[in-house]
């Protein structure tokens, strides 16, 4: 799966002038984040972090990965209108995991008082790894599905031309011409903004529902400007906000200061370290409103590591999306192997095979947002402690992937120029929009790609591991 860099990689001089032009492309682009140092302030920014070159993807895989998104959009949302089949599936996690049982208690609460919200957004980002089996031909796995706060839809829009321009540098123009257009941050806002105008007030705003600390603003920049162009009104509020702030009316309208919010896209809420007692309270009032959340709290459970354990079982999709028996082979296809860690003889076996033998799986807990996972000895240890407890259901495990690294240049800001061997990560955007038992809108919107070096087991570009890249199709 080479791409064609490998005289490249070996001349230096070559290497340290395109490193110079690339950051200063990145710089021109836009691909910025803040510093850590002042993640709050944009008086002093830097680039996020990226590959020098672009990667090499299988264009049978990655053609795959768009085929299927649509029906992932699908399948999340028969999940989410699905209240039996969360009920069951969360019904041992919730028991010893106390933020996905808060998660379901306000679930709960809304169905029993009625939803109030008729018109549903769901903006996910479905990650895979291109796994080398046994006889080294590559195939397209499916990691997890993100459908909460999918970040970098907005910094990917802009990384290709910075890929492009240091190809063009380096005398690849022909190789240039080949990157693909990428605009995730167009199709996410063109679904934020249907669900703006199915909700059917002209003067409502959106609302962008943020962390308390954000560096990663100029990637949500991009959808809002996306907004502002399409003159919807944009606000940017966090949890203690809705908490002091935030109301509802008699008809379950959502006001902040005042000012009506047709939709509430969430870049925040998805780990236990954003909810205290009042930001939950916050959650509380944002789901019971008639607002369109991006993701309402059940899209959200979707979401989960082990509804994405249950999906393997045999006959759970067909259950979910009976008759589209097209889509579930493509679905299916896309699956590595995935175990419940259940108390009870199964759990029991794939612990004690886990125990034996690490370096065949990953142990996943109900986490989003990358660094969560435990692989090799630290999953032994974890494991052992756990395995008789009813803890170990907090957990799956799901199949290592092997993928074939490759070489490439990491560049970060205030890190030396060292060439790394390699893994990446594909993501696909899916956007859509129901309303009501309609769906009005169900696309694939755009692509992300993420590399780090093989020795980072895990985390992505905001937790500090990843870096972004532009695909180059082999």
Same mark, same amino acid.
């Given at each position: 799966?080479?791409?064609?860099?490998?005289?490249?990689?070996?001349?230096?001089?070559?290497?340290?002038?395109?490193?110079?032009?690339?950051?200063?492309?990145?710089?021109?682009?836009?691909?910025?984040?803040?510093?850590?140092?002042?993640?709050?302030?944009?008086?002093?920014?830097?680039?996020?972090?990226?590959?020098?070159?672009?990667?090499?993807?299988?264009?049978?895989?990655?053609?795959?990965?768009?085929?299927?998104?649509?029906?992932?959009?699908?399948?999340?949302?028969?999940?989410?209108?699905?209240?039996?089949?969360?009920?069951?599936?969360?019904?041992?996690?919730?028991?010893?995991?106390?933020?996905?049982?808060?998660?379901?208690?306000?679930?709960?609460?809304?169905?029993?008082?009625?939803?109030?919200?008729?018109?549903?957004?769901?903006?996910?980002?479905?990650?895979?790894?291109?796994?080398?089996?046994?006889?080294?031909?590559?195939?397209?796995?499916?990691?997890?599905?993100?459908?909460?706060?999918?970040?970098?839809?907005?910094?990917?829009?802009?990384?290709?031309?910075?890929?492009?321009?240091?190809?063009?540098?380096?005398?690849?123009?022909?190789?240039?011409?080949?990157?693909?257009?990428?605009?995730?941050?167009?199709?996410?806002? &063109?679904?934020? @903004? =249907?669900?703006?105008?199915?909700? #059917?007030?002209?003067? !409502? $705003? /959106?609302?962008?529902?943020?962390?308390? +600390?954000?560096?990663?603003?100029?990637?949500?920049?991009?959808?809002?400007?996306?907004?502002?162009?399409?003159?919807?009104?944009?606000?940017?509020?966090?949890?203690?906000?809705?908490?002091?702030?935030?109301? &509802?009316?008699? @008809? =379950?309208?959502?006001?902040?200061? #005042?000012?009506?919010? !047709? $939709? /509430?896209?969430?870049?925040?809420?998805? +780990?236990?370290?954003?909810?205290?007692?009042?930001?939950?309270?916050?959650?509380?009032?944002?789901?019971?409103?008639?607002?369109?959340?991006?993701?309402?709290?059940?899209?959200?459970?979707?979401?989960?590591?082990?509804?994405?354990?249950?999906?393997?079982?045999?006959?759970?999709?067909?259950?979910?999306?009976?008759?589209?028996?097209?889509?579930?082979?493509?679905?299916?296809?896309?699956?590595?192997?995935?175990?419940?860690?259940?108390?009870?003889?199964?759990?029991?076996?794939?612990?004690?095979?886990?125990?034996?033998?690490?370096?065949?799986?990953?142990?996943?807990?109900?986490?989003?947002?990358?660094?969560?996972?435990?692989?090799?000895?630290?999953?032994?240890?974890?494991?052992?402690?756990?395995?008789?407890?009813?803890?170990?259901?907090?957990?799956?495990?799901?199949?290592?992937?092997?993928?074939?690294?490759?070489?490439?240049?990491?560049?970060?800001?205030?890190?030396?120029?060292?060439?790394?061997?390699?893994?990446?990560?594909?993501?696909?955007?899916?956007?859509?929009?129901?309303?009501?038992?309609?769906?009005?809108?169900?696309?694939?919107?755009?692509?992300?790609?993420?590399?780090?070096?093989?020795?980072?087991?895990?985390?992505?570009?905001?937790?500090?591991?990843?870096?972004?890249?532009?695909?180059?199709?082999?």
């Amino acid at each position: 799966m080479a791409a064609p860099w490998e005289d490249i990689l070996r001349n230096k001089p070559a290497v340290q002038e395109a490193a110079s032009v690339a950051v200063d492309a990145a710089l021109l682009e836009g691909v910025l984040m803040r510093t850590e140092r002042e993640p709050n302030a944009s008086d002093v920014v830097s680039y996020a972090p990226f590959t020098l070159l672009p990667s090499a993807v299988p264009s049978a895989l990655f053609e795959q990965a768009y085929a299927v998104q649509q029906d992932f959009n699908l399948l999340v949302d028969a999940i989410s209108q699905n209240k039996e089949f969360l009920e069951r599936t969360l019904a041992s996690t919730i028991k010893v995991d106390d933020f996905t049982a808060r998660l379901f208690r306000i679930h709960m609460q809304v169905l029993e008082e009625g939803l109030a919200q008729s018109v549903f957004l769901g903006i996910n980002r479905s990650d895979y790894m291109f796994d080398c089996g046994v006889d080294g031909t590559p195939a397209l796995k499916q990691i997890e599905i993100n459908t909460i706060a999918a970040s970098f839809g907005g910094l990917t829009s802009r990384t290709a031309a910075v890929h492009g321009q240091v190809l063009k540098v380096l005398g690849r123009s022909e190789e240039a011409s080949r990157l693909l257009p990428n605009n995730p941050s167009k199709g996410l806002a &063109l679904g934020i @903004a =249907k669900a703006w105008e199915l909700y #059917g007030s002209q003067s !409502a $705003v /959106v609302m962008f529902l943020v962390e308390e +600390v954000q560096r990663n603003i100029f990637d949500q920049r991009c959808v809002e400007n996306e907004l502002w162009n399409r003159n919807i009104r944009v606000i940017r509020k966090r949890f203690r906000d809705v908490f002091e702030k935030g109301s &509802l009316d008699d @008809a =379950k309208r959502l006001y902040m200061d #005042g000012q009506e919010v !047709a $939709v /509430v896209y969430y870049r925040e809420g998805y +780990v236990p370290k954003n909810y205290d007692q009042q930001n939950w309270e916050a959650r509380l009032l944002l789901e019971r409103s008639r607002a369109v959340k991006c993701p309402d709290i059940a899209t959200q459970l979707a979401g989960t590591k082990k509804v994405q354990q249950e999906l393997s079982r045999p006959g759970t999709l067909e259950r979910l999306l009976p008759g589209r028996t097209e889509a579930i082979a493509r679905i299916r296809a896309t699956f590595a192997g995935l175990y419940s860690l259940d108390m009870g003889e199964e759990g029991d076996k794939i612990a004690a095979t886990a125990i034996a033998d690490p370096d065949r799986f990953v142990l996943k807990p109900q986490r989003e947002g990358g660094g969560n996972n435990l692989y090799g000895e630290e999953l032994r240890q974890v494991l052992e402690k756990i395995r008789d407890s009813p803890e170990r259901t907090s957990y799956i495990l799901m199949d290592k992937i092997k993928p074939q690294p490759a070489m490439n240049y990491l560049l970060r800001a205030h890190s030396p120029l060292q060439v790394s061997e390699c893994i990446s990560e594909l993501g696909i955007f899916g956007v859509y929009v129901r309303q009501g038992k309609e769906m009005v809108m169900n696309n694939a919107a755009g692509h992300l790609l993420r590399t780090k070096a093989i020795e980072h087991a895990d985390g992505g570009v905001a937790a500090g591991v990843a870096v972004l890249d532009t695909p180059y199709l082999v």
